[in-house]
């Protein structure tokens, strides 16, 4: 089967948005997405607002959760879904708040498909773009991503990035289980287990006033850890 020209990758591509009580942004966050991608699909994790109705009439397809159940469940139903539907080839996972840039995705997808890689990884740390990243979003993030390089012995410098590209086939190998902050660790494990070739390429993560309200405590890096030992 021969590969799509990169004129095509938009449209062999399903962004993957795992959503929670965003609606605040979600419209803008889908609008812009599909400037670049023709399909966007958001796995609403029980929201309490209309964040599913901000998101279809910015044109998303949507699936809601009755419950809750974290992010790592929203992305595999997800994957469960876009493997289902046989017409994707790739699929980016994409954070709800805004804090990525469209072009950075299409960006990943192209490394991956020019490349032949399963999995291309976004990161904040490379090329200096960090500098925009609030001390205590460091802090959590460099305590997780040496527990993760730790636990899988995968050197990233961003393993806890919301933005990734990967295959659909790669997809169907990563079955996660881990579905609160943890899923990210356990999809870096898995991606090692299952023998998957990937790449780690530089991207923005924009922090804006309502992303930064949305920050996770310190705490929470030990929870991840805690989680990915006795998870």
Request: one cysteine or more; glycine letters at 6%; proline letters at 3%.
């Amino acid at each position: 089967m021969s590969r799509a020209n990169f004129d095509d990758l938009g449209d062999l591509t399903c962004c993957l948005i795992p959503m929670y009580n965003e609606a605040k942004v979600i419209s803008s966050v889908v609008s812009g997405l599909r400037e670049v991608f023709t399909h966007v699909l958001c796995v609403d994790d029980g929201s309490t607002d209309d964040s599913a109705i901000q998101a279809r009439n910015a044109g998303a397809n949507i699936v809601q959760h009755a419950l809750n159940i974290g992010q790592g469940g929203a992305i595999a139903t997800g994957f469960s879904i876009v493997e289902s539907l046989g017409q994707f080839k790739y699929i980016v996972t994409f954070d709800a708040d805004g804090q990525h840039d469209p072009n950075d995705a299409l960006a990943l997808v192209r490394h991956l498909h020019n490349n032949h890689l399963d999995v291309v990884f976004a990161s904040r740390f490379l090329s200096g773009r960090e500098q925009n990243v609030p001390w205590t979003k460091k802090v959590i993030l460099k305590l997780v991503t040496r527990a993760t390089r730790a636990l899988t012995d995968v050197d990233l410098s961003d393993a806890h990035n919301g933005l990734r590209a990967l295959t659909v086939d790669a997809a169907r190998k990563i079955q996660l289980t881990q579905y609160g902050m943890a899923h990210a660790s356990q999809f870096v494990s898995l991606v090692l287990q299952n023998g998957l070739t990937y790449a780690e390429i530089p991207a923005t993560v924009r922090y804006t006033p309502y992303s930064r309200s949305k920050g996770q405590p310190i705490i929470n890096s030990v929870n991840i850890v805690l989680d990915l030992l006795w998870g």
